[in-house]
């Protein structure tokens, strides 16, 4: 069974104006493409002022990825209405100390620490959208902007397809579900054009789910 997706988290980006997107330290494809296709989504839906987060930089082979010169590495001085976590759940795993927003969701597909050990972080945040049964991030971002009817245009197509392409090694792994392939079908049908990506991406694949 997919895991519905809150409607907690699809009022706070409806409700909302300014957007940090953040990902994880060691950005790989899932990190970068959902949080790019993230973006572009919240772009289109009227929200000005979003701006996607990575400690770290954009690893080379990624630098193929639509919009992804648009990636800044610090927490913005300004503070923003919510950051929004992308393929992590944990603050630690930004590589940042503090996000400086006012609210806090995640949009993730790894399992949650267990209840005891749960941070004053994960009390903190606002709204989430969790499904370990998923095969990316991506599709989680998949589902949240088609939930808020945003058009896939190419570049959310291509960030999101490869965020899928990584994060199941190329669908040769257990997690290559019909719903990853259904989503690729559907991103494909957008604008994204696999076998570049394949050929870009994959010759230089440090894969880590
Ligand atoms: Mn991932």
């Known amino acids: 069974m997919k895991t519905k997706i809150s409607s907690d988290l699809l009022n706070l980006i409806k409700n909302n104006h300014s957007f940090l997107i953040v990902g994880h330290i060691n950005p790989e494809g899932d990190s970068i493409g959902s949080s790019l296709a993230l973006a572009s989504g919240l772009h289109k ?7 996607v987060v990575s400690r770290d930089p954009v690893p080379e082979n990624l630098k193929f990825l639509p919009l992804s010169r648009l990636v800044t590495h610090k927490i913005p001085r300004k503070k923003y ?3 929004i976590l992308v393929d992590c759940n944990h603050i630690e795993r930004t590589g940042f100390e503090s996000l400086n927003s006012v609210k806090t969701a995640v949009i993730d597909h790894h399992v949650l620490p267990d ?13 989430s959208f969790i499904d370990p049964d998923a095969a990316a ?21 291509t960030n999101l397809y490869t965020a899928l392409l990584v994060d199941t090694g190329g669908f040769r792994y257990s997690n290559s579900s019909p719903e990853a392939l259904k989503a690729a079908s559907e991103l ?16 230089t694949v440090r894969s880590v789910p």
């Not at 839906?45 to 701006?51: E, L, N, S, W, Y």
């Not at 005891?116 to 606002?126: M, Y």
């Not at 991030?137 to 245009?153: E, H, K, M, P, T």
């Open 137 to 157: 991030a991506g599709l989680l971002v998949y589902r949240v902007l088609s939930a808020l009817n945003i058009n896939f245009d190419k570049n959310i197509a």
């Open 115 to 127: 209840k005891a050990d749960r941070s004053d972080f994960c009390k903190s945040v606002s709204a």
């Open 188 to 203: 494909v049908k957008s604008g994204a054009v696999p076998w570049k990506y394949q050929r870009r991406y994959m010759k």
């Open 45 to 51: 839906i009227g929200k000005k002022d979003v701006r």
């Open 81 to 83: 209405d919510v950051a």
